[in-house]
């Protein structure tokens, strides 16, 4: 079975700050990809970023990158610069190897807020 | 390439009703996840379309069942509806491993 835990309830960044949200993870797959998405208060899970396991670097998307320690079994993710539109749910996941590989995982999620 | 959609975007049923959502995934597509958001249980998987197929399946009674036709298309049926299903349902379309592209999502009341 696989679990994600994300901490942080609630967070606040001020204006143009990083800031990073905390995820761990738990599988006993060895093939795996760590996963985070935004969500608006609209609702929509918007993608942002994926790490596999076998991934050497860590995965960058503009202002997102997500800091992937496997030892560790953590996945967090950093916003650099963050702006107002950034203050939505993230929220962690996982899918497992084959046979699970479609199936996301969630962690709870993190209220992030963006303040001037 | 447009989105994934899904329809209706709100619903208001009542129990013991059934309801049908519907999603359209991203063109080129295969696979077509269903998942359910509510505030006491998170994000859980309810199933997986891959060509026309179940692939996958959440711990969910059998009153959740889906469907995936020959374009992708796949819808999801709720029979004999509760007030814990209230919820929002999110379809996510995929074509490989490294991301799931999800919908604006149905959000399903149950009165």
Not at chain 1, 4 to 10: A, D, W, Y
Request: some cysteine.
């Amino acid at each position: 079975a696989q679990k994600i835990t994300q901490t942080q309830p609630g967070m606040f960044v001020q204006e143009k700050e990083a800031v990073t949200l905390d995820c761990t993870y738990d599988t006993s797959d060895q093939s795996y990809g760590l996963f985070w998405y935004k969500q608006p208060s609209s609702g929509e899970m918007i993608f942002l970023i994926y790490q596999g396991s076998y991934d050497e670097q860590n995965a960058t998307e503009g202002r997102y990158s997500l800091n992937f320690q496997k030892a560790r079994k953590s996945a967090n993710l950093v916003i650099s610069a963050s702006q107002l539109g950034d203050s939505a749910m993230y929220f962690c996941a996982m899918r497992g190897g084959t046979g699970t590989a479609s199936k996301l995982t969630f962690g709870t999620g993190t209220r992030l807020q963006v303040t001037l | 390439k447009a989105g994934v959609t899904q329809t209706p975007r709100y619903l208001i049923k009542t129990r013991g009703q059934q309801v049908t959502l519907s999603c359209s995934p991203i063109s080129g597509h295969r696979s077509v996840s269903w998942y359910q958001q509510t505030p006491g249980q998170g994000l859980q998987f309810l199933f997986e379309y891959f060509s026309e197929t179940q692939r996958n399946k959440g711990n969910f009674p059998g009153r959740f069942s889906g469907r995936q036709f020959s374009n992708s298309r796949s819808e999801m049926n709720v029979s004999t509806l509760e007030l814990g299903d209230s919820a929002l349902y999110l379809c996510a379309s995929s074509e490989g491993l490294r991301a799931q592209y999800f919908g604006p999502g149905t959000r399903l009341t149950v009165l």
